[in-house]
Nanobody, 131 residues
Framework: EVQLQAFGGGLVPAGGSLRLSCVVS????????IAWFRQAPGKEREGVSS???????????YYADSVKGRFAIIRDNAKNTVYLQMNSLKPEDTAVYYC?????????????????????WGQGTQVTVSS
C-alpha cells in the first residue's frame, strides 16, 4: 500500500523559511511524479510544484507562478523523500500543504497542477505565515 506522510509545517514570520518533507512508502522505483498542493481557507486546492519522472526521461520540475524563485522541490530517492523548501514566505502562502503521487505516468507539463491527476495523497501539514 502506497502511503505518503507529510510533515514540517508550522508558524513562521513573513520573510522566513520552512522545509516540508513528504516520505513515500510502499512504492517501488523512482519513476513517479510527486507534487505539492496547498489549500487556503475558503479557496480551492492549488498546485504548488511538481517533479515529474517518467521512465527513460529526465526529471521535469514545475512551479506555480506565485512561488517561482522562492520555493524548490527536491527529491531524495535514497530516502524516498521529497522536500519543499520554502523561502521568502508571505502571508498569502498560509495554507494546508499536501503531497501527492502519481505512478501511472499520467502527469505531464499540461496537467501537473490538476489535483485529480494524482493517485495518492498524504495528510496535510499546516503552514502559517504571520505578517
Amino acid at each position: 500500500e502506497v502511503q505518503l506522510q507529510a510533515f514540517g509545517g508550522g508558524l513562521v514570520p513573513a520573510g522566513g523559511s520552512l522545509r516540508l518533507s513528504c516520505v513515500v512508502s510502499g512504492f517501488t522505483g523512482d519513476a513517479y511524479t510527486i507534487a505539492w498542493f496547498r489549500q487556503a481557507p475558503g479557496k480551492e486546492r492549488e498546485g504548488v510544484s511538481s517533479s515529474i519522472k517518467h521512465p527513460v526521461a529526465d526529471t521535469e520540475t514545475y512551479y506555480a507562478d506565485s512561488v517561482k524563485g522562492r520555493f524548490a522541490i527536491i527529491r531524495d530517492n535514497a530516502k524516498n523523500t521529497v522536500y519543499l523548501q520554502m523561502n521568502s514566505l508571505k502571508p498569502e502562502d498560509t495554507a494546508v500543504y499536501y503531497c501527492a503521487l502519481d505512478g501511472r505516468f499520467a502527469v505531464y507539463s499540461s496537467n501537473w497542477n490538476w489535483n485529480w491527476t494524482y493517485e495518492y495523497w498524504g495528510q496535510g501539514t499546516q503552514v502559517t505565515v504571520s505578517s
